[in-house]
C-alpha cells in the first residue's frame, strides 16, 4: 500500500515571496491534515479536512496561508507571502476518518522542508 | 487547555539498556486520548499506541511497553533492551474525543533517543 505522498521534499525561498506544496493521501483516506513542525518543537495542526470539507483550521494563520482538497483527495497547502518564522516541516497526514476505531491513528508523509531566508 | 510535556529533550543509551520516556499531560476533558508516535531520521511520524482515558491497563508489545496513570496524569514509555534501530524522535500526543477531533493531536516537544552500540 503507498504511503501519503508530499512533494517538494526540499525548498529554499525568500521572504514575502510565496510557496505551495502538494500532498496526496493514502487511498481510501477521508481525512486529511497539515501539520507545521518547527525545529525542535512536536508538529501543530494547521487544518484538517474531512473529504473536501474543513473540519478545523483553527490555528491557520489565514492572513498568508491556505489550503485546499479538490475532489476530496489531492491537498495544497499555500504561503503567501512568507515570513522568516514559516520555516518548518510540513508535514501531510491521512486517517480513515477523524473519529471511530482508529482515532487518532494518522499516516504521515515524510514532510516538506521550508528555508525562509 | 491541553498541554503535553515530555522533559527529557535528549536521552543517549548504550545497546540493551532500558530506557523510560516520560510524559504529562494536561486536559479538563474526563474524555480523552493518549498516544505515542516515532519520528525517524527519514522523517515521517509512525503511530505505536493509542489509549482512551478509560483504560489505565498497561500494555506490552515486545520490547515496547507503557504506564498510563490518571492520578499523576503521566503515560510513560519504556524501550525494554534497547537497539540502535530504536534511535529516532518520540512524541507523546493528546487529543479529544469528540467526533472528528481525534486527529487534533497535541504533540509534546519530543525526546530524541540515540542509542549507541
Known amino acids: 500500500e503507498a504511503g501519503v505522498a508530499q512533494s517538494p521534499r526540499y525548498k529554499i525561498i525568500e521572504k514575502r515571496q510565496s510557496v505551495a506544496f502538494w500532498c496526496n493521501p493514502i487511498?481510501?483516506?477521508?481525512?486529511l491534515y497539515w501539520y507545521q513542525q518547527i525545529l525542535g518543537q512536536g508538529p501543530k495542526l494547521l487544518i484538517q479536512?474531512?473529504?473536501?470539507?474543513?473540519?478545523?483550521d483553527s490555528q491557520l494563520p489565514k492572513d498568508r496561508f491556505s489550503a485546499e482538497r479538490l475532489k476530496g483527495v489531492d491537498s495544497t497547502l499555500k504561503i503567501q507571502p512568507a515570513k522568516l518564522e514559516d520555516s518548518a516541516v510540513y508535514l501531510c497526514?491521512?486517517?480513515?476518518?477523524?473519529?471511530?476505531?482508529?482515532?487518532?491513528?494518522?499516516?504521515f508523509g515524510e514532510g516538506s522542508r521550508l528555508t525562509v531566508l | 487547555a491541553q498541554k503535553v510535556t515530555q522533559a527529557q529533550t535528549e536521552i543517549s543509551v548504550v545497546e540493551k539498556e532500558d530506557v523510560t520516556l516520560d510524559c504529562v499531560y494536561e486536559?479538563?476533558?474526563?474524555?480523552?486520548?493518549l498516544f505515542w508516535y516515532k519520528q525517524p531520521p527519514s522523517g515521517e511520524l509512525v503511530f505505536l499506541i493509542r489509549?482512551?482515558?478509560?483504560?489505565?491497563q498497561n500494555e506490552i508489545s515486545g520490547r515496547y511497553s507503557w504506564n498510563f496513570q490518571k492520578s499523576t496524569s503521566s503515560f510513560n514509555f519504556t524501550i525494554t533492551a534497547s537497539q540502535v534501530v530504536d534511535s529516532a524522535v518520540y512524541f507523546c500526543?493528546?487529543?479529544?474525543?469528540?467526533?472528528?477531533?481525534?486527529?487534533?493531536?497535541?504533540f509534546g516537544q519530543g525526546t530524541e533517543l540515540s542509542v549507541k552500540p
Open positions: 497526514a491521512s486517517s480513515l476518518r477523524g473519529g471511530g476505531p482508529n482515532t487518532g491513528e494518522l499516516f
Open positions: 487511498s481510501g483516506h477521508a481525512t
Open positions: 479536512f474531512q473529504n473536501n470539507g474543513v473540519v478545523d
Open positions: 486536559t479538563r476533558d474526563t474524555t480523552y486520548y
Open positions: 489509549r482512551n482515558s478509560f483504560d489505565e
Open positions: 500526543a493528546l487529543s479529544e474525543a469528540g467526533y472528528n477531533q481525534g486527529g487534533k493531536l497535541i
